[in-house]
């Protein structure tokens, strides 16, 4: 056999291999390079989250901590190179991350700790221990990715507990900024957050921007009210409109409450925050891929 077949035969032996591979990954994960980040609490007690970067991408200065909603557990089961499994892969923050992830940008996915069962309770999340966990695992990726400079949390539905609390925990300077995505605006009627009830969002400190679908249907996030909470805290609102799929219970991730069919576009914006800064109020209508 020559030189030139057995190259021949190589190259077609590697793209069957990556094809193989590729096919293995789940929809959610293609296209990212992903690792499990886990921090001991105490003994028994871990912290984890998976860190994620597209393929190939080098030196990222900007970290996107995902604060996923109800129950807030993920549990994520991560092989190879991808998060191959969870809880929450539903999850908008979670199923749409690659489009998130990209130039300057990592993402990384953060679970309750372990010892809090199978729902990450809103009186945790609003607490200064909630903050000092997350903490430590921001650390943990920073460690492993040491051209980080900015810190943003993102959080969705019942996630936005963890948002809207943590920066009034944290010390000056250590988050850029927050981003507040279908937010618990009624906590009234949401299940497990009373914890937001007359929630002053001046008190966050920093840039901070809602992101909500104006056809929101879920009963603790009315459109309404994130209009009426931006106006008088004087945060950015973007409001998204545009779905395509939309099925399954109002509160759930397959409806405009988490961004159905306008993932790439919603999560697009958010990188463009994060990079660019929040801006003005406006509105993102978007064509469903």
């Known amino acids: 056999m020559n030189a030139a077949l057995r190259n021949l035969l190589a190259a077609a032996l590697l793209a069957w291999v990556s094809c193989a591979w590729a096919a293995d990954v789940p929809q959610h994960a293609q296209g990212l390079d992903e690792r499990l980040v886990s921090v001991e609490l105490a003994p028994g007690v871990r912290q984890e989250g998976v860190l994620?970067?597209?393929?190939?991408?080098?030196?990222?200065?900007?970290?996107?901590?995902?604060?996923?909603?109800?129950?807030s557990v993920v549990r994520p089961q991560v092989e190879g190179r991808s998060m191959v499994a969870s809880r929450l892969t539903g999850n908008f923050l979670i199923r749409a991350r690659r489009h998130l992830a990209g130039t300057g940008v990592a993402t990384l996915v953060?679970?309750?700790?372990?010892?809090?069962?199978?729902?990450?309770?809103?009186?945790?999340?609003?607490?200064?221990?909630?903050?000092?966990?997350?903490?430590?695992?921001?650390?943990?990726?920073?460690?492993?990715?040491?051209?980080?400079?900015?810190?943003?949390?993102?959080?969705?539905?019942?996630?936005?507990?963890?948002?809207?609390?943590m920066p009034t925990h944290a010390s000056a300077g250590e988050f850029a900024g927050v981003l507040h995505t279908a937010a618990i605006t009624d906590p009234y009627r949401g299940q497990n957050a009373r914890s937001l009830v007359r929630f002053d969002y001046r008190r966050v400190g920093i840039a901070q921007a809602f992101v909500h679908?104006?056809?929101?249907?879920?009963?603790?996030?009315?459109?309404?009210?994130?209009?009426?909470?931006?106006?008088?805290?004087?945060?950015?609102?973007?409001?998204?409109?545009?779905?395509?799929g939309v099925r399954g219970d109002p509160c759930q991730a397959q409806t405009q409450h988490g961004f159905v069919g306008v993932e790439r576009a919603v999560m697009t914006e958010l990188r463009r925050m994060m990079t660019e800064g929040v801006g003005s109020s406006r509105t993102l209508a978007v064509e469903p891929d």
């Not at 104006?214 to 009426?228: G, I, K, L, N």
């Open 52 to 71: 994620s970067q597209k393929d190939g991408a080098t030196a990222p200065t900007h970290l996107a901590v995902l604060l996923p909603g109800n129950p």
């Open 110 to 165: 953060v679970d309750c700790r372990t010892d809090q069962g199978d729902l990450c309770s809103g009186e945790y999340q609003a607490s200064r221990q909630r903050h000092e966990d997350v903490a430590r695992l921001i650390a943990a990726a920073r460690a492993q990715l040491p051209s980080i400079k900015h810190v943003w949390l993102v959080g969705t539905s019942l996630g936005t507990i963890s948002s809207a609390f």
């Open 213 to 244: 679908h104006m056809d929101d249907p879920c009963v603790a996030t009315p459109y309404q009210r994130a209009e009426s909470i931006a106006r008088e805290a004087g945060v950015t609102l973007v409001s998204v409109t545009g779905a395509k």
